[in-house]
T-cell receptor, first 114, second 115 residues
Framework: SQTIHQWPATLVQPVGSPLSLECTVEGTSNPNLYWYRQAAGRGLQLLFYSVGIGQISSEVPQNLSASRPQDRQFILSSKKLLLSDSGFYLC?????????????FGSGTRLTVV | AQTVTQSQPEMSVQEAETVTLSCTYDTSENNYYLFWYKQPPSRQMILVIRQEAYKQQNATENRFSVNFQKAAKSFSLKISDSQLGDTAMYFCAFMGQDSNYQLIWGAGTKLIIKP
């Protein structure tokens, strides 16, 4: 069965420090991968998506970047965190060009920039 | 462009009651998918129910069912015999070919089940 792992669960980082959040998927190949951010009590904002290794599309220009070094690995990074980067980050995967399954989400990372 | 609208920012009902959450969407596509996701206080995003637009029969999953009105572009979620564990944010989402099979999200409805 397919599973998605996202870590860490909680992170407190000082302003100006780097960031690396990792997401891995098991039990499927060539998935679509997504990074979302969610402010408290708000909806989901798509940050990046990837349809294959090395293929990254950015939805919102910002202080963050994403990489997909392996088929089932998706990394969210920042060189220097801002206070506004605080939020809840969710990774998700879906089957390429198929809608029936929807998205499966990781358990999320709560990032607090201080 | 496709849009999804959830007109109820917050709702509350007593335990064991039935509650209906509203969702409308806008699209020019004929074949697409609709979803309801639940996000409890743990913030894990959980798929509740899905509907394929080409299926006329409304999807059901135990206490959860949908009322899919394709012509009206309406996709409401009914929760029967509500339980305290149903307290969560509920998001309606649309997926179609024109959006490259990316989910288009509603703003969410906060549902509170009172004991």
């Amino acid at each position: 069965s397919q599973t998605i792992h996202q870590w860490p669960a909680t992170l407190v980082q000082p302003v100006g420090s780097p960031l690396s959040l990792e997401c891995t998927v098991e039990g499927t190949s060539n998935p679509n991968l997504y990074w979302y951010r969610q402010a408290a009590g708000r909806g989901l904002q798509l940050l990046f998506y990837s349809v294959g290794i090395g293929q990254i599309s950015s939805e919102v220009p910002q202080n963050l970047s994403a990489s997909r070094p392996q088929d089932r690995q998706f990394i969210l990074s920042s060189k220097k965190l801002l206070l506004s980067d605080s939020g809840f980050y969710l990774c998700a995967w879906s089957v390429l060009r198929q809608g029936s399954g929807g998205y499966t989400f990781g358990s999320g990372t709560r990032l607090t920039v201080v | 462009a496709q849009t999804v609208t959830q007109s109820q920012p917050e709702m509350s009902v007593q335990e064991a009651e039935t509650v209906t959450l509203s969702c409308t969407y806008d699209t020019s596509e004929n074949n697409y998918y609709l979803f309801w996701y639940k996000q409890p206080p743990s913030r894990q995003m959980i798929l509740v129910i899905r509907q394929e637009a080409y299926k006329q029969q409304n999807a059901t999953e135990n206490r959860f069912s949908v009322n899919f009105q394709k012509a009206a572009k309406s996709f409401s979620l009914k929760i029967s015999d509500s339980q305290l564990g149903d307290t969560a944010m509920y998001f309606c989402a649309f997926m179609g070919q024109d959006s490259n099979y990316q989910l288009i999200w509603g703003a969410g409805t906060k549902l509170i089940i009172k004991p």
